[in-house]
Every structure is written in C-alpha cells, then in structure tokens.
C-alpha cells in the first residue's frame, strides 16, 4: 500500500487534543461544528482518529509560510 | 533567535522581526536589504515600518464580500479565455482541454475530466535509465493484440490465428504462453500454441462467431492498466539541475499507477480531481484545484489572477470533506435560504418545494435581502451607530 503521507500535495494531518482543541475555538469564537470537516474514510486522516475528532492540518501556504487549518472527523 | 539566511546584521534582524509581517514579506525584506549598500539600522527600520504599513493596508476589511469579489476576479479574465474545446499539444503532444471548458469542468467537478492524464515521476534508477523507464511504461500503457502480432481469420477452418511478433514480446516482457492464456480467460475458449502462433476457434463452427470472437479479441488488455491509452516518454531537467524520465499518459487510473514499482508516489500526479480526491484525501484534492485551475488560468497568460481567489473558490469546493461543485447541484444548491435559491436556477421548483415544507427564511443573506428591499449584512450594512453616548456621566464623545 502506498503511504499517502509523503505524497507532495497531501499536508501534515495530526489529531488535535481536546485541551487545544478548546483554545481553537475560543480563538474564532465558534463550534467545533462550524469547522470544515473531513470524512472518516479519508486516505489521508492518521489511524487514531474518529468522528468528532478534530485534524489539525498545516499547509505549507501559498501565500504565507505555513498555514493551520481544522477540519472535523465525520460520518 | 530565529534564524535569517540573509546576509544582514543582528540589529537589521530584530527590526524586521518586530514587525507584523509573515513570513515571506520578512525574507523579501531582508532579501532587499542585502542587494543594498550602507543601509543603517533605521534605513532598515523605516523600510520595514513601511512594509508592514502596506500589508496591514491591503489586508481584507472585516464585513467584505470576498466571495463577490473573488467571483468578479475570476470572472473577468475568464471572458479572455479560449471558448473551444482547444486541444493544445503542449507537453508530449498529449491532446489536454484548455481555457474555459477546462475551468467549467473544475468548477462543475465532473467526475471524469474530457482529457484524462497523469504526469508520472519515476524513482532512483528507473527515472535515469531509459531502459527501465521503458519497463514502467509497458506496466502502465494499455497492450492490446494488434500492438503484439498480426490477427487473421481463416474461413474455411473457423480459426482465428495470431502470429505474434517475438521482438515486440520481449520489449514488453509477455511470453506467447501468457498471450495465450490470457485469451482463454476472457474468450472462454480453448487455444492452440505454438512458439509465436496461437490458434482458436468457436466451439460450433458459426461465421458470426468467428467474427464474435475477433471483436473481441481486439479489446483484452494483455498488458498494462485499461484506461490508459498511451504513454509518452520524455527526459525533462528538474529543479536540482538533474534529468529525468517523465511519463505523460493518455487517460488516467491514479490509483494504479501509484501502486506501481519504479513510480514516484510522491510526485505522480492526475489531471481528475476526484481521483487524487479518493486516492489522496481531500486536502490534496484542494490542492489539486488550486493548482489546476491555476494552471489553466496561467496558459492563457491570465496568471495575474491573485491565487487567493482560487484558494477561496477551493475551500468552498472542499469544506464538506469531498468535492462539491459550484452551481444548483453542490453549494448554490445546498443554501439554506430558500429564496437564495430560487434566485439562482429553477426558481419556480425551490418555491414549490418550500411552500410544500414550511421552510421559513431567516433573511440573512445578501440575495434575500435584495430581494425583500433590505439593506444587506455586509460592509456598512451590518454595523449599528448610535448617536451621542451612553457612558454615565456624559463623559463620552459628542454627537456631531
């Protein structure tokens, strides 16, 4: 099976704790159903995650250096 | 400390670092400051401050209608693109759709694009030699019965007979016994070989079936993946000064390819975006939009289009974790505003159904607020003032 990790457009996906989580959502004063959101079956979500789960996604930005996106577990 | 490439004193560093800038205006900066002779620290100051001063400038307003203008800014150069299906021979002349019908079928997220293709990177020894980029092209094109021998019926027998050509097996690494099991897999018929001949024949001796079974004989892919119809093999120089095998296919089965030995499955890519979608997930499939659209833009010398826009219309695409088309069927389609809708497309069926459900219309869109005569929630449309204060004490400011 290939590993869709090292693909060059695939960015870094990791499972964002509930701690940080909180503070995410503080930061933009919303729900965490507001989030965009990913599916479960998603080839490049890591292992550990299930629905409701937030990813944790950082980009490398076209516009800037690195750019931090959330997306929601679902379905 | 953060560390700086450029060529510039510790004093220079920490002026630029104060600022508000991210981080590549920060190296644009910096990368000014070093071509420059005797700039002082305030020299370097004075620029900085007026760099952030600009950024901080053209940042978007809180309340601006980014999608509006977004849609003008791609709408605008997309009236200067090609409006035929222009087939371009660009790269390995592999026929590619270009300019508005490649941008409609971004947007509309067909499900297979007009002219499918991959850009197949190869690694380590198979990217250098040409020989063994050869043997990942034979993995990959479609190897159908007229590229491997000749085909001929013989009437009077009821056989069909192949002579294969053993040159061409050898390059394509398939032995005549292989051929020949392959066609009786697909063809359900038992065969006779013989070094490079194989013959078959319908189990009744039926003229229809004779021709049956040579139509069919042309279609059984004996080698390589279905879909792809051709392969072009090109020595192209990379980034690093390096050159390397690239392989452009006609067609695409992403998936597969990726799976095959001697293929760079961090490079390979596809022209179909759902494809990488379900392959990749659907961050590189907002990558890939970007990156296609942008593309298409670029070709026809419309790259002053700011990305941004493109990221913006990407995300949309995206935000529901799979690939939503632009229009009635996918995010226009999905509003919650029932009069949003109907504004759009099939105005006539959304009321109905509307009606028929109860929907209620909260009003907070800009469509229905035009709509009901309303000032819209957006830019100066969606702040209160108030006159005078209301601070005890009358402290506050006056009311002019």
């Not at chain 1, 890591?46 to 929601?72: C, F, H, W």
């Not at chain 2, 990959?140 to 294969?164: F, H, P, W, Y």
């Amino acid at each position: 099976m290939v590993d869709v990790s090292q693909h060059e457009l695939v960015p870094d996906h990791s499972v964002l704790d509930e701690d940080t989580l909180e503070e995410v959502l503080e930061e933009y004063d919303i729900d965490r159903t507001d989030l965009p959101k990913i599916k479960r079956n998603d080839s490049a979500l890591p292992d550990e995650a299930e629905i409701g789960d937030v990813i944790k996604i950082v980009r490398n930005s076209r516009t800037t250096d690195q750019a931090v996106v959330y997306r929601l577990v679902v379905e | 400390m953060t560390n700086v490439e450029y060529a510039v004193d510790d004093d220079t560093i920490a002026v630029v670092e104060d600022t508000d800038l991210p981080r590549r205006l920060k190296d644009n900066v910096y990368e000014t400051l070093e071509g420059r002779d005797g700039v002082t620290v305030e020299d370097a100051d004075e620029l900085a401050k007026a760099v952030e001063a600009r950024y901080l400038d053209t940042r978007v307003d809180p309340l601006d209608p980014v999608g509006t203008v977004s849609a003008q800014s791609i709408g605008e150069p997309g009236t200067q693109l090609t409006m035929n299906t222009f087939h371009y021979a660009g790269v390995a002349e592999i026929d590619v759709t270009q300019g508005l019908p490649r941008l409609i079928e971004l947007v509309d997220a067909r499900k297979t694009p007009d002219t499918p293709m991959m850009t197949v990177y190869l690694e380590d020894e198979y990217a250098t030699e040409r020989e063994r980029a050869h043997e990942v092209v034979w993995k990959i094109e479609a190897t159908k019965i007229l590229a491997l021998g000749d085909v001929s019926t013989n009437v009077a027998d009821m056989r069909v007979q192949i002579s294969l050509n053993r040159d061409t097996l050898e390059e394509r690494m398939i032995t005549p016994e292989e051929v020949a099991e392959i066609i009786e897999d697909n063809l359900g018929v038992s065969t006779v070989q013989q070094g490079t001949e194989i013959q078959f024949g319908p189990e009744e001796p039926s003229y229809r079936d004779l021709l049956q079974l040579v139509e069919e004989l042309r279609d059984i892919t004996f080698k390589g993946i279905e879909e792809v119809s051709r392969v072009v093999i090109r020595r192209e120089e990379m980034d690093d000064g390096d050159e390397q095998f690239v392989l452009y296919t006609e067609g695409s089965a992403f998936g597969d390819v990726l799976e095959i030995e001697g293929v760079d499955a961090s490079r390979t890519t596809c022209n179909n975006i759902h494809e990488i979608h379900r392959n990749l997930g659907i961050e590189a499939a907002r990558e890939a939009i970007i990156e296609e659209t942008n593309n298409t833009l670029a070709e026809q010398g419309l790259d002053d289009v700011n990305v941004r826009h493109l990221m913006l219309v990407a995300d949309m695409m995206t935000n529901r974790g799979e690939i939503e088309s632009i229009g009635r069927h996918g995010i226009s389609g999905s509003k919650d505003s029932v009069l949003a809708r109907a504004a759009f497309e099939v105005t006539v069926n959304h009321l109905l159904n509307a009606a028929i459900h109860g929907e209620i219309d909260s009003l907070q869109g800009v469509t229905e607020n035009v709509i009901v005569g309303k000032p819209i929630k957006l830019g100066t449309g969606d702040v209160d003032l108030r006159m005078g204060s209301t601070s005890p004490g009358g402290s506050g400011g006056q009311a002019d």
